[in-house]
């Protein structure tokens, strides 16, 4: 009957070390794993050479090794082994467990037996025990060491579940079995009642841990064929024995076949170890390393899984429409299998375990649903930059248009969030949202302030050009009112200016606070501007005021250039032109843009020109009026230090400065008057004239009776106005007497040689009297006569580097008196 199906492996041998490697090779060999909870493990113990092995084999179709008679009685089945039972479903695997009561071990070594016995009654569902008929009723029967160890190991199993105990009565005699099963059950119960319990199963029945059945087999040996027969019936028993109602008694404690395994190691080693065995504590270990195993397989499964990969690899790229979707189908999957292969496990445990993988895959793919968010996030905060620089420019109000974009990319964010979220996951996107408002928030600041810096760069720039320039005119026309005017000019423009700016940032919604800084900023910067430009002036006072000087002096009331005939007032003119340069420099001395009156120019015009003017009038200065002196400060009164620009011991050294500078101007309008008045003055005095007609008289009287003589001047006359007009004469002596004769008498001569030679070629032309008289006349007509009057050509420039070495010479020759003018 014997089967190589079976596939009889040894599971523990006779030293009691577990076979694992052979237990894997059999679960695998006969596909075990893949039962479930559907299969049965039978196991049979009794006497050695009782005839279990045999047993087995004629009952499953197993192939354990069986006795051999012919060789005598001895010990067969070493440990326990495990086979399957062929043609038996469900699936169903016989142990065959070493005998009991046998010579080999002796009488003192009963460990094994024990532990066999409780092994088998930890993972069998129904434990076959072998016994003789004629035991049945006998005080010292074989049976009995063997119930009391089945009942003794019972007790070692914490809250056991409840097997069935399959008595098989062997070689059976002539007493029918309803008469030999009352007496078997009430030595069961004897031996029962009479094995120490624990105090908490003190008076619990037999019926609560075991399912008693009996049946009997006629003798192998002597009945062969009755045997096969009775066999074969029992065999029947065993099909679909864990159905309800089955052979198999409870099924609490059974653990998945994919986990009998680690089950059947951990009970050996527990038993081992020689400590009570808690079942249910063991189905929960068995459950927990099991279901570890298949949820850290399904992980791996998960880490290589083509679909994640490609989806980890597309996000990392740029987001990915339908992430969560196909995520939580992948996750999905993972988990289902985990539940397929661990569903027969304990039920917390696998379930713990479940959160245990659904935990790991999520931290697995949490990375890159991170990675997603922050492409989504960036994506938004690109679109909204885009859209709010396209709207900009499209002219629409800043605020406007960044709060309807923020509505709008925050929505499109909670889209894809949304689309991007996985159903096993908690996973809140507000943190990442949170973000993104937090950066669009900064990115609109950065904006409106860039935008609100560049509106007021422009209108700076517009201030700056609508000022300036006017400014600075105003400061070089040094008018009665330059402050008045570039006052009423700052607040013109700077009024235009602010309503200009408040209509281009309307658009901002700014609160009023915020307008009026900005307002009062631009405010400031239009004062600071024309602050600076009076501190540049100032800087540049000098050449103003001497420029100013040399316009007024040399230029008279209809700006034409004054012709120093010896009529004007120098006097008078010099006072003049002082008083604008002293009203530039009064203009200068201090910023006045906030309507303070003050003494500045009084005190100038009385310090400098009328002190002046009363010290060059008089002789005499009281000691008090010379010990004060108005300009010896450092300050100027009713003027802050802000806006002092000169203080008033600069105005004085400036004014030194400015004199020293100009009397040069006014000694060469001196000298070109006297200049003037010797070139046109060629009349003698009357007196010399009436003394030339006294004593001439008679001269004129004989030119009167010889008109041959008036020829004669006639022609002199001529030649000596045509020398003179060729010469130049009286612009030779306009540089002086000595030097009008040097240059007179250099050129004297070159002069006659050449009216000589002109009229030498014209008489050559054999010319007639008439014409001679005519080309005399028409030499008299060409020349030109220039007019003795002197223009000024004093006041060009009032830098002592700019005057020529003859004009320092005449200065030095000129005899006039200068503290005169000072």
Not at 177 to 184: N, V
Not at 346 to 367: F, I, M, T
Request: negative net charge; contains cysteine; charged residues 25%.
């Amino acid at each position: 009957m014997a089967n190589e199906d079976s596939c009889a492996t040894q599971l523990i041998d006779g030293d009691g070390e577990f076979n694992v490697d052979g237990l894997g090779n059999f679960i695998k060999t006969v596909n075990l794993a893949s039962c479930g909870l559907s299969y049965a493990v039978v196991s049979i113990m009794g006497p050695q050479s009782s005839g279990k092995s045999t047993l087995m084999n004629h009952l499953f179709h197993t192939s354990f090794r069986e006795m051999d008679a012919f060789r005598g009685r001895s010990q067969t089945t070493k440990g326990i082994w495990m086979a399957k039972c062929v043609g038996i479903e469900p699936t169903t695997i016989a142990m065959d467990l070493e005998g009991t009561d046998g010579r080999e071990r002796g009488e003192d070594d009963t460990a094994f037996e024990k532990q066999s016995a409780l092994f088998a009654l930890a993972i069998s569902d129904i434990v076959l025990i072998n016994m003789w008929c004629h035991d049945i009723g006998r005080e010292q029967a074989a049976n009995k060491p063997l119930l009391k160890t089945v009942f003794q190991v019972m007790m070692r199993l914490f809250s056991p579940r409840k097997t069935t105990l399959l008595f098989v009565i062997r070689d059976k005699t002539k007493t029918p079995l309803e008469h030999l099963e009352p007496i078997l059950r009430e030595d069961i119960q004897k031996i029962w009642d009479a094995v120490r319990k624990p105090q908490a199963h003190q008076h619990t029945p037999l019926s609560e841990f075991f399912n008693v059945e009996v049946t009997a087999l006629s003798s192998y040996e002597d009945k062969e064929d009755k045997f096969k027969e009775e066999v074969a019936q029992l065999r029947q028993r065993f099909f679909h024995s864990i159905a309800p109602g089955g052979l198999a008694g409870d099924r609490r404690g059974v653990v998945p076949a994919s986990a009998f395994s680690i089950s059947a190691q951990q009970i050996w080693k527990v038993i081992r170890e020689n400590k009570d065995l808690d079942l249910p504590a063991h189905k929960v270990m068995v459950a927990t390393v099991r279901c570890e195993e298949i949820a850290n397989e399904k992980l791996n499964q998960l880490r290589s899984d083509k679909g994640w990969l490609e989806l980890e690899e597309a996000v990392q790229l740029g987001p990915v429409r339908g992430f969560g979707e196909k995520l939580s189908s992948i996750i999905d999957a993972c988990l289902s299998q985990y539940d397929e292969e661990a569903i027969f496990f304990d039920e917390a445990v696998r379930n713990a375990k479940r959160k245990q993988l659904e935990s790991k895959a999520l931290d697995l793919v949490s990375p890159a649903y991170t990675t997603l968010l922050g492409h989504i996030r960036s994506k938004a905060l690109d679109d909204f930059k885009t859209k709010l620089d396209r709207s900009l420019n499209n002219g629409e109000g800043f605020a406007s248009s960044v709060r309807t974009l923020t509505q709008s990319i925050m929505l499109e964010f909670d889209k894809g969030s949304a689309d991007a979220a996985v159903r096993h996951a908690n996973w809140g996107a507000s943190k990442v949202r949170d973000k993104l408002r937090r950066d669009i928030d900064s990115h609109a600041s950065s904006v409106r302030g860039a935008k609100l810096l560049e509106i007021t760069t422009n209108f700076e720039k517009k201030l700056a050009k609508a000022l300036t320039a006017p400014v600075e005119s105003l400061f070089e026309a040094g008018g009665k009112d330059t402050w008045l005017s570039i006052r009423e000019l700052l607040k013109r423009e700077t009024e235009a200016a602010l309503s200009e700016f408040s209509v281009s940032i309307a658009g901002f919604e700014l609160d009023e606070e915020t307008v009026e800084k900005m307002q009062q900023s631009l405010r400031d910067y239009a004062r600071k501007l024309v602050e600076n430009k009076a501190r540049e002036e100032a800087g540049k006072i000098l050449i103003r005021m001497k420029d100013r000087f040399s316009t007024v002096f040399n230029h008279d009331n209809d700006s034409l250039p004054r012709v120093w005939t010896g009529k004007e007032d120098i006097r008078a003119i010099t006072r003049d032109a002082r008083s604008a340069s002293l009203k530039l420099l009064s203009d200068m001395a201090a910023i006045r843009l906030d309507e303070k009156p003050d003494r500045i120019e009084n005190v100038l015009q009385s310090s400098l020109i009328d002190k002046t003017s009363a010290a060059t009038s008089s002789q005499y200065i009281s000691d008090r009026e010379a010990s004060v002196d108005p300009l010896a400060s450092s300050t100027w009164e009713e003027v802050s230090p802000e806006d002092m620009l000169i203080t008033p011991v600069q105005c004085k050294a400036l004014w030194r400065q400015f004199q020293g500078e100009t009397e040069y101007t006014v000694t060469q309008a001196i000298s070109a008057q006297e200049a003037y008045k010797r070139s046109n003055n060629w009349l003698p005095p009357p007196w010399a004239i009436m003394a030339m007609v006294i004593l001439g008289f008679n001269e004129f009287m004989m030119l009167l009776k010889n008109p041959l003589y008036l020829m004669f001047i006639f022609v002199a006359y001529l030649i000596g106005k045509a020398i003179w007009v060729q010469m130049d004469i009286a612009g030779e002596f306009r540089h002086g007497a000595l030097p009008g004769l040097i240059s007179i008498s250099s050129r004297f001569l070159p002069t006659v040689m050449n009216l000589i030679k002109r009229l030498a070629e014209e008489a050559q032309g054999n010319p007639t009297p008439a014409e001679s008289q005519g080309s005399a006349s028409q030499i008299f007509r060409n020349q030109v006569h220039r007019p003795d009057s002197v223009s000024s050509s004093v006041g060009s420039s009032v830098d002592d580097d700019e005057y020529s070495t003859t004009n320092l010479s005449q200065r030095r020759r000129t005899n006039v008196p200068e503290a005169e003018f000072s």
